[in-house]
């Protein structure tokens, strides 16, 4: 466990403002529910585990920030964790930015944490946090990966697309959440335009373009991403083996 009375001060910013247009029509992603319990709720206890965490930054879907405001107001968590919550952006990269605005003076060290990641468990988190106050300035948990993966040349449709290149394996890795950064260094990457004006899929992506080395961790399984339908289903399963294990 990380020791929360080391001079660092920690946050978490959620970016929960998605649509879940890949898990059908409904709610906004991180709303609907698993076993009864917003996945947001899900998420932000999964940061307020970690003993270093004394902030977590949630941002919501614009409309419903007031009722995001409500939900997690009425939530037990512990004593050193503060809960603010800010309305999001049209992309996860903008809604990103507008939590990192949010942050107070004093936090030098913020995870990024998807809430569509609401099953990580805390040793991940406290990884990520080690990692970065060891000195990197930015971490990412990852896992390598089963499947082979090609690049291909994307056509139209459903036509059969060209495959240009298999990238070796061995050398791949899947990349999770929370993605853990030197304050200063995450702000600058947010502020810097890409010359194809294209966002990043993630944070440690903007700060490689910064050309600032990035370093791995290892994953979790349960990290998974909750994006599409099926997703749902493992989620529970997980959550059910949780109960049946530890009456969690
Ligand atoms: N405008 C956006 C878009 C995404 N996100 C967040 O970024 C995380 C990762 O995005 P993803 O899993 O793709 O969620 P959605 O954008 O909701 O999913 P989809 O792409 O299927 O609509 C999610 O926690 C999502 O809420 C966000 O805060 N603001
Ligand atoms: C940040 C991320 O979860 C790392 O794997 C992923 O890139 C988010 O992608 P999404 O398309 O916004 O879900």
Redesign the pocket.
């Known amino acids: 466990m990380t020791d929360a009375s080391q001079p660092s001060r920690t946050a978490a910013v959620i970016?929960?403002?998605?649509?879940?247009?890949?898990?059908g029509p409904g709610a906004p992603?991180?709303l609907r529910t698993l076993n009864g319990t917003p996945i947001l709720v899900h998420a932000v206890r999964a940061m307020a585990a970690s003993n270093a965490v004394t902030l977590v930054v949630v941002?919501a879907p614009p409309e419903d920030t007031a009722s995001v405001r409500n939900l997690l107001a009425d939530l037990a968590l512990p004593d050193r964790t503060d809960v603010l919550v800010v309305p999001?952006?049209?992309?996860?990269q903008?809604?990103v930015r507008l939590g990192l605005d949010a942050l107070p003076e004093g936090i030098t060290t913020v995870l990024v944490h998807?809430?569509?990641r609401p099953l990580v468990p805390v040793d991940t988190v406290d990884a990520v946090i080690e990692a970065v106050r060891d000195g990197a300035r930015a971490v990412v948990p990852a896992l390598p990966l089963a499947d082979t993966v090609k690049e291909v040349e994307p056509g139209p449709g459903n036509a059969p697309e060209p495959v240009v290149a298999t990238p070796e394996r061995s050398r791949l890795r899947a990349v999770q959440t929370p993605q853990g950064f030197d304050r200063a260094t995450l702000v600058r990457a947010h502020g810097v335009r890409s010359p194809s004006g294209e966002g990043a899929t993630d944070c440690a992506g903007l700060v490689e373009r910064l050309g600032e080395p990035v370093v791995v961790v290892p994953g979790h399984e349960e990290a998974f991403?909750v994006?599409r339908p099926l997703d749902l289903v493992l989620a529970e399963a997980v959550l059910a083996r949780r109960r049946a294990n530890d009456g969690f």
Do not use: F, I, L, W
Not at 15 to 23: F, I, Q, S
């Open positions: 970016p929960a403002a998605g649509r879940g247009v890949r898990m992603k991180a941002v999001g952006g049209e992309n996860r903008e809604s998807d809430a569509a991403k994006t």
